[in-house]
């Protein structure tokens, strides 16, 4: 069994020992003292870290390492911690070790939006990689049929681990420490090794944002010279907009376990519900002034879903991280800062699935070098402190494998007893308003592994009716009973009043379906299972048309349909009023917004310019097969009741051409959202226009531009954006924008008066000021707005009230031009999340969504944000019809 690097003092030893060497009782003497003096104690000088770093650790139970097995330097051609390491090479040296090691099996979990391969190594023994198909069936059966699993049963199962790093892109020293680890548990030798290997199935998932580390490690990379330094003020520490931390479309990755939106966080999915591992780790970095943090986090900041038990885990395990990272001489820091609130995070998302997720946070060098208020802070370190916490959350994983086994267990076997003390036994959700957005939810719900079934008989409630196969279940009473609850649930007490993030999330909300929650027994309503749920519900009715057709705008993907005609050189036009027609043998009502696709254009000077009948009928086809909308083609354009289609009341929608002003100044979480809504659902182009290029820009190229909130949008000069606006532009400002725009007299809006925080806050003591101010926040709430449904901004829209995503403390007073209020806060606004009292109170009637003239252009705002994070598709409709029907406002 080959050694690594310490063998090299033995070579005299081993060549002594040699077969038919003759050895002499005193030589042999002199040999094994030898041996016995340069043996080491730990193996810990042969760490690919530093020379320094690696002298500091003490890896007991290690002995050495396998040779045959490449160490990261031998493929990247430097030593950890001495360079960042780019996503292609982590890749590069994962397949590597795969191929030295009968230890470890590389496989995918798919691709990013840049097409880089999302990866995971699962590392064991040599036996038990190849029996991983039975060693994953034995542990589903915790989740899947718990009281089947003995306690015997358990003492002969491997815990799994899934060790992921990285999630935000420039929190890079992760990605640094994961390829330590799979050097050290693909080469090491020892009974540590050994033990690690027996008990455990590791799953080692380097980087969660390749395509952000990539950003990030392509800018350091080319930044820095051979001789680095640690001024702050070098180009090295100075990220260009957007930054790493997120991915392709700027979003922040560690958002999205519970929305999951993104091909990243999909295929880490189906990876974590392949296998539930018991431990789920999450490795990230901080500000560069603090020490390390690892949970527990504020206990009073736990979601309440979460058992206690899961918490006393996370506790018993803390012990071994302080044992690792004192053995160092690191300091850390647990039970402040950061929480287990929102289950849209890698450390929280385990914890509402039966295992248990831990959040690892080390202040941050981001280069290889950086001035702190403690010294210079070394990337070296930096990867070394993420190594020693690796290590030891195997080790206590493994010294307490059957307490989380049968905590996974037990969590599962107990799901009948929480669907019987659950406030709802099932939530149906309506199919017959808007189909789609509801089918998207229940999409993202089976991402998570819950059940889904056909309503089996009719149900009223609430004051709605929901009919048998137009509406679908949603059980507590399942696997992921807790999760339902948990994902569905409306909350408005909560024991704490601060929020790392959002405070609630209630998916029906933000999907803006038509549900209800059942109370008692659900068990006559549940039909079939529906696996998997598919969008459907697009048809064309009245076959072929030489006239034209009518598209309704009551389906989410009717923006896409309309682009596509658009595209194709058709002018369809808006009714702005209700009209009744003949279509498809009878007589069809058609309310505003429904769109008129003419087979034939006054635009097109020739027969030739037209497209043909059998195209636009082609198109209609594919509209109804692909965006799920309902088409009617129609043989005239007189109408039975209300104005022709020819009427002035239909306005001929133009084709958008749309600017998004992004870089300095503005918020990249918000431009990215609307990015990824245009181009990756709506299959819309947007061009990206950085607003210090906003003043030279040739802005004509523009109808439509989308300011999506931002700190000040830098250095933009206003007169610019105005004269376009006045010129016939529509400006669209979301969120903190709409500040933006009423400061530069875009929008004629006033703010409400702020919460005199002084006088109440008068006699708080100092320890609880911070606090204080802090519950004063909204960090993320569910507010209820009132809507003008006959506006075009809410075509498509039935009810009196849409759920928005609020957060922040700006709120407005509602404009008093005609036509100008379109939303506004209802005076009890909260349906769901935390708000102090003080905040209800302002934002009672405030603004939500705003149209006004300014010039011979347009000006729409919006409080907030309605593209929130990809999964709040109930405001997405708002935001586009803005965009696609601003003509008609």
Not at 27 to 47: E, F, I, K, N, Y
Not at 310 to 333: C, F, K, M, P, V
Not at 530 to 554: E, F, H, Q
Not at 632 to 657: C, H, I, M, N, Q
Request: net charge negative; aromatic share 10%.
């Amino acid at each position: 069994m080959p050694i690594s690097r310490p063998s090299r003092f033995f070579a005299p030893v081993l060549a002594a020992l040699r077969p038919g060497t003759s050895v002499l009782p005193q030589q042999c003497t002199c040999l094994l003292l030898a041996t016995l003096l340069l043996v080491p104690a730990a193996g810990a000088q042969d760490v690919p870290l530093p020379d320094r770093l690696a002298d500091e650790m003490t890896l007991e139970g290690v002995t050495g390492y396998d040779e045959s097995i490449p160490r990261p330097e031998d493929v990247l051609g430097y030593q950890i911690g001495t360079h960042h390491t780019e996503p292609a090479h982590v890749v590069r040296y994962f397949e590597a070790v795969a191929e030295a090691s009968p230890r470890v099996r590389l496989e995918g979990h798919g691709r990013t939006y840049e097409g880089r391969r999302l990866i995971h190594a699962f590392v064991t023994t040599e036996g038990q990689l190849g029996q991983l198909g039975q060693i994953r069936q034995r542990n589903n059966r915790l989740v899947r049929n718990p009281e089947g699993v003995s306690d015997g049963a358990l003492a002969d199962m491997p815990g799994v681990a899934y060790m992921g790093y990285s999630i935000h892109g420039d929190e890079a020293s992760g990605t640094e420490a994961a390829l330590l680890l799979l050097y050290h548990l693909a080469a090491g030798r020892g009974p540590a090794i050994e033990r690690t290997l027996e008990n455990l199935v590791t799953i080692i998932d380097p980087m969660f944002n390749p395509d952000g580390r990539s950003r990030f490690t392509t800018w350091v990379n080319q930044n820095r010279g051979e001789a680095p330094t640690a001024d702050p003020q070098d180009r090295e520490h100075e990220q260009p907009w957007p930054g790493g931390r997120t991915n392709h479309y700027a979003f922040d990755l560690n958002r999205d376990w519970l929305p999951a939106q993104h091909p990243a966080t999909q295929g880490r999915l189906r990876v974590f519900h392949d296998w539930h591992p018991q431990l789920l780790t999450d490795f990230h970095e901080m500000g560069k002034n603090d020490s390390y943090f690892f949970q527990p986090g504020i206990p009073s900041r736990t979601n309440p879903n979460t058992p206690q038990e899961n918490q006393d885990l996370t506790g018993r395990l803390a012990e071994y991280h302080a044992q690792a990272l004192d053995d160092i001489g690191s300091l850390y820091y647990t039970r402040e800062s950061y929480d287990d609130f929102y289950y849209g995070k890698g450390s929280t998302y385990p914890d509402i699935n039966g295992s248990v997720g831990i959040l690892f946070e080390q202040a941050s060098s981001r280069s290889l070098k950086q001035e702190t208020n403690r010294g210079v802070l070394h990337y070296a370190f930096t990867v070394r402190n993420q190594f020693a916490p690796s290590l030891s959350s195997l080790r206590g994983l493994v010294e307490m494998r059957t307490d989380f086994l049968s905590y996974q267990r037990d969590f599962y076997a107990s799901a009948d007893d929480f669907a019987d003390e659950a406030p709802a036994s099932a939530y149906v959700v309506g199919l017959e308003g808007q189909r789609t957005r509801a089918q998207a939810m229940a999409k993202v719900l089976q991402r998570h592994h819950v059940e889904i079934h056909r309503l089996d008989e009719n149900v009223e409630a609430n004051g709605q009716t929901f009919q048998a196969g137009s509406a679908y279940v949603v059980p507590t009473d399942q696997t992921q009973g807790r999760l339902v609850d948990a994902f569905m649930e409306r909350t408005t007490t909560f024991p704490d009043s601060l929020f790392y993030d959002v405070s609630t999330w209630t998916l029906p909300l933000a999907f803006n379906t038509d549900y209800t929650e059942i109370e008692g027994g659900a068990s006559g309503l549940l039909g079939e299972e529906i696996t998997p749920v598919a969008y459907d519900g697009g048809n064309l009715v009245g076959g072929r048309s030489s006239y034209a057709y009518l598209m309704r705008w009551d389906r989410y993907f009717a923006p896409r349909a309309l682009h596509r005609f658009q595209e194709a050189g058709i002018e369809p036009r808006l009714l702005t009023k209700p009209v009744t027609a003949q279509a498809g043998g009878q007589v069809r009502e058609f309310p505003r917004g429904t769109v008129v696709i003419p087979v034939r254009t006054r635009s097109m000077e020739s027969a030739s310019d037209y497209p043909p009948a059998d195209s636009t009928y082609a198109m209609a086809r594919r509209a109804a097969q692909e965006d799920h909308v309902r088409i009617f083609g129609l043989e005239s354009g007189l109408t039975r009741g209300g104005p022709d289609l020819g009427s002035g009341s239909a306005p001929v929608l133009e084709r958008p051409k749309m600017a998004l002003l992004v870089g300095e100044g503005t918020n990249a979480y918000n431009a990215g959202e609307v990015w990824h809504l245009m181009t990756e659902r709506f299959d819309t182009p947007i061009s990206l226009l950085n607003t210090e290029d906003v003043e030279d820009a040739d802005l004509s190229r523009y109808n439509t531009m989308v300011m999506a909130g931002g700190y000040g949008y830098g250095d933009m000069p206003p007169e610019a954006v105005k004269q376009w606006v006045r010129g016939g532009g529509h400006l669209i400002a979301l969120d903190d924008a709409t500040g933006w725009a009423a400061e530069h007299d875009l929008a004629d809006l006033e703010k409400k008066a702020d919460v005199d925080t002084d006088s109440l806050f008068q006699d708080v003591p100092y320890a609880k000021l911070q606090n204080a101010y802090g519950a004063q926040q909204i960090g993320g709430s569910i507010f209820r707005a009132e809507i003008d449904d006959t506006h075009p901004l809410m075509y498509g829209y039935s009810g009196d009230t849409v759920p928005f995503f609020t957060s922040g403390t700006t709120f407005f007073e509602p404009p008093t031009g005609p036509g100008e209020q379109v939303a506004t806060y209802t005076e009890e606004p909260r349906l769901s999340g935390y708000v102090s009292a003080e905040m209800r109170r302002k934002a009672a009637g405030s603004m939500a969504v705003a149209t006004q003239d300014e010039g011979g252009g347009q000006v729409t705002v919006f409080a907030d944000n309605p593209n929130f994070r990809a999964f709040w598709y109930g405001t997405n409709g708002m935001f586009l019809n803005a965009v696609f029907l601003g003509p008609a406002f």
